[in-house]
């Protein structure tokens, strides 16, 4: 199975528990004098950016920033596919649901790699172990379907190909 050097390494795995979260969002926030309720957005995406994801604490503390409930920031956050809720897995697999990818197969790969791994894109695995984000185009094309796996790029992937990578990770992990 062809799999090529990393070419991304932008891959969040957050490892920080909920103190070093919670400084995170308070650092983020101390630099915030605009409370508008514009800002929920970009400071959603910021938050996300450093923490890898939006944890309780930080949709709690965001809230009283911008004088939100909390419940009102997750309505929101939940309508946008790009938020997510848990810390990645130490294995983050992103599959690419570009047109090439997806003209060849890029739906069945993630159909095979959600049922192996009894999660939903987005989700990260109860041993925390894998999770799967859904990504646009990463520039592989020529090599679709394409995943990476805490960014290295595995090309043309098939559900099989698939089975072997979840397999020889498991193993290496036991
Ligand atoms: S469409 Fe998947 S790499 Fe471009």
Redesign the pocket.
Known sequence: MPVLDSARTDNKINTMGSAENIELTQDILSKQSEKSRDRLIPLLQEIQDRLGFLSEESIELLGRHLNIPASKIYGVATFYNQFRFQPNGKYHIQV?R????HVLGSATVLEELQNELKIKAGNTTSDGLFSIEIVA?????GL?P?ITVNGEFHAKVTASSIREIISNIRMKEE
């Open positions: 690419c570009g047109t090439a990818c185009c990463i520039g592989a094309c679709a394409v």
